[in-house]
């Protein structure tokens, strides 16, 4: 792979990580960037500064499916952590023992779950990817690659995977079955596109919380990951589609409501992900999705594409809600 070393440019992308120990640098090699092989634009407009958006399960799953059909099989000549030091990013592992425990495993079958993806290196060990706003890309042999990473995984064919962030995530390698015991894996709910979501089980969690606390509807979508895999992103368009607005009580709803709201996680999310994930966010080959968010910072002030009322923003738990004041009152 070509390399070079001198002044490091602005990284193509942003990515994610979750607990342990402190990130190192590693300067031994500097690969450089190239917007032709990672769909990135350059300079300042690169996808860091284009979006600061979380992966949501949509995503996920689309990184997931890529990563089976692009590098499942493949064996791993070195695995890299981080050579551009990030607070916010956390491993479990130290440089040289990830390096050590990669070496020569092959990349198994990936599965997404909730907002984290579980890639098996074979035998023995998994890598967890979780909870995390970035860039997860695919390098082909040869091609230039991003001189700033936070994970990086060379193959045998010298293709390789890169993980970048700017936010904060978890970069994690385990012994196969002892991912399932961390926190925010361990008893993970059911997420909108897993079987045990039903209408029953969603509707015995809003009796759930109404037996202990005050909630609204997107503090039931948003917060402690009561619906796993969803962030502050698609919820917009969920509670569009469900005509109902952010601060609504979910002590107010009716059956119908609730059943509605239920088929609108469903919809949505099934949606975002057969799109290959939401205009805003980048794939394994640093092509956007193709899922346009219906209500967003870009929508804002434009005629709401239902009722053509001016699409309203306002601020409320912690994040920016948008909506249609018309098809979401404040009293539904």
């Known amino acids: 792979?070509?390399?070079?070393?001198?002044?490091?440019?602005?990284?193509?992308?942003?990515?994610?990580?979750?607990a342990g120990a402190s990130c190192s640098a590693n300067r031994?090699?500097?690969?450089?960037?190239?917007?032709?092989?990672?769909?990135?634009?350059p300079g300042p407009q690169s996808g860091a500064a284009r979006s600061r958006n979380m992966f949501e399960l949509p995503e996920c799953a689309t990184l997931v499916r890529q990563m089976n059909d692009t590098v499942r099989g493949k064996t791993i000549e070195r695995g890299r952590l981080g050579n551009s030091p990030h607070k916010?990013?956390?491993?479990?592992?130290?440089?040289?023992?990830?390096?050590?425990?990669?070496r020569s495993r092959k990349v198994g079958a990936a599965v997404a779950k909730g907002r984290w993806m579980f890639i098996p290196f074979e035998p023995g060990y998994v890598l967890v990817l979780g909870e995390c706003g970035g860039r997860l890309l695919y390098h082909q042999p040869g091609s230039d690659l991003p001189q700033k990473y936070h994970l990086f995984i060379e193959f045998e064919d010298?293709?390789?995977?890169?993980?970048?962030?700017?936010?904060?995530?978890a970069m994690e390698l385990f012994e196969k079955g002892r991912e399932q015991e961390r926190k925010y894996i361990k008893g993970m709910r059911p997420t909108p596109v897993d079987k045990e979501f039903t209408f029953r089980y969603f509707s015995g969690l809003v009796d759930e919380l109404l037996a202990g606390e005050k909630r609204s509807v997107k503090g039931l979508l948003t917060q402690d990951q009561l619906v796993a895999g969803l962030g502050n992103s698609v919820v917009q368009d969920i509670?569009?589609?469900?005509?109902?607005?952010?601060?609504?009580?979910?002590s107010d709803l009716s059956p119908?409501?609730?059943?509605?709201?239920?088929?609108?996680?469903i919809k949505t999310v099934r949606e975002v992900a057969a799109r290959g994930g939401r205009s805003?966010?980048?794939?394994?080959?640093?092509k956007p999705g193709g899922y346009e968010r219906i209500m967003s910072v870009k929508t804002a002030g434009k005629p709401c594409?239902?009722?053509?009322?001016?699409?309203?923003?306002?601020?409320?738990?912690?994040?920016?809600?948008?909506?249609?004041?018309k098809c979401q009152p404040a009293g539904t």
């Open 158 to 169: 010298k293709s390789a995977l890169s993980v970048t962030t700017q936010m904060w995530g």
């Open 1 to 18: 792979m070509r390399v070079r070393r001198g002044r490091m440019t602005r990284p193509c992308g942003t990515s994610w990580l979750t």
């Open 305 to 325: 594409p239902a009722c053509g009322a001016k699409i309203q923003k306002i601020a409320f738990l912690g994040g920016a809600c948008y909506f249609c004041p």
């Open 239 to 250: 509670m569009f589609r469900a005509r109902l607005h952010p601060r609504r009580p979910i």
């Open 28 to 41: 031994r090699t500097r690969p450089r960037t190239s917007a032709a092989t990672t769909g990135c634009p």
């Open 280 to 286: 805003d966010e980048l794939d394994l080959f640093g």
């Open 88 to 102: 916010f990013v956390w491993y479990n592992r130290k440089p040289a023992e990830f390096e050590r425990l990669t």
């Open 256 to 265: 119908v409501q609730r059943r509605n709201l239920h088929e609108a996680i």
